[in-house]
């Protein structure tokens, strides 16, 4: 299992529009390894996108 503190500092994006989005939009599940995905956070984004991916291990 990879580390998200591996794949470097958080990259946070953001919000587009004036308001921001409601917290429930800023996640999603990955469809391949049914891990909950902060889509402001790139890093966690660009490494679901690969299909034969490991779920990351979140640092406590």
Known sequence: ???L??????NLGRP?????AA??????VCPNCGQLIDRRDLRQVIWHQNPQHERLEFDS
Not at 16 to 20: T, V
Not at 23 to 28: I, P
Request: proline share 15%; charged share 20%.
């Open 23 to 28: 917290e429930v939009h800023q996640f999603y």
């Open 16 to 20: 587009h529009g004036s308001e921001p």
């Open 1 to 3: 299992m990879t580390k």
């Open 5 to 10: 503190s591996d794949l470097g500092p958080p």
